[in-house]
């Protein structure tokens, strides 16, 4: 993949939890959102990486996450047959009394990873490395402005961690459950 010295500006198309497009501004990556199952029990949430090669003709899913019954944090699924691990073991508060909305995670490149709400100055959400370096943010849209086609929310990854996006992506909508949630 080319390097243009620029991060990836995931634009998320609806703004929604329940499905959403994530597609680079530069075409350099097409991630996607979309609801595979509800019941009464449990609601399943796929992540496709767009441009990965199809297996048997089909999209193999990146990453699940599995909720339980009443919105409960369940079980999430990393890479093409990965074993699942309860979210709140894999995404767990900086402190046993901290914010809810401040969790860190081990990616799949061994290194440690944090989220937090509203720490910033202009990004709802933050993730940084061990070494409090921005790894990526989400914005939500600006009040004033109207966006078609589009809900104006922007996921930017930095442009040295393309092979976490997935996760980046998949903690984050795990995030943003938790607070949508009040867990």
């Known amino acids: 993949m080319p390097t243009l010295g ?3 500006f995931l634009e998320d198309k ?7 497009d994530f597609l680079d501004v530069h075409d350099r990556m097409r991630l996607s959102v979309r609801c595979t199952m509800k019941d009464a029990t449990r609601t ?22 599995d909720y339980g019954r009443n919105d409960a944090l369940g079980t999430v699924y990393i890479g093409v047959g990965g074993s699942g691990k309860p979210m709140c073991q894999y995404l767990v508060r900086v402190s046993p009394s901290g914010s809810s ?12 990873y944090c989220w937090s709400w509203r720490t910033r100055d202009d990004f709802e959400w933050t993730c940084i490395n061990s070494s ?7 914005n939500l ?14 996921l930017t990854v930095d442009e040295s961690y393309p092979h976490l996006a997935v996760e980046l992506l ?8 938790i607070a949508d949630h009040n867990l």
């Open 6 to 8: 620029i991060p990836y």
């Open 14 to 20: 609806t703004g929604l939890l329940t499905g959403s």
């Open 44 to 65: 399943a949430y796929m992540v496709y990486d767009l441009m990965a090669p199809k297996t048997r003709n089909f999209l193999q899913p990146a990453a699940t996450l």
């Open 101 to 112: 909305r401040c969790r860190k995670f081990i990616a799949s490149d061994g290194h440690e």
């Open 132 to 138: 409090g370096y921005l790894v990526a943010h989400y």
């Open 141 to 154: 849209k600006i009040p004033e402005e109207h966006y078609v086609g589009s809900s104006g929310c922007m």
């Open 170 to 177: 998949t903690t984050l909508l795990i995030m943003r459950h």
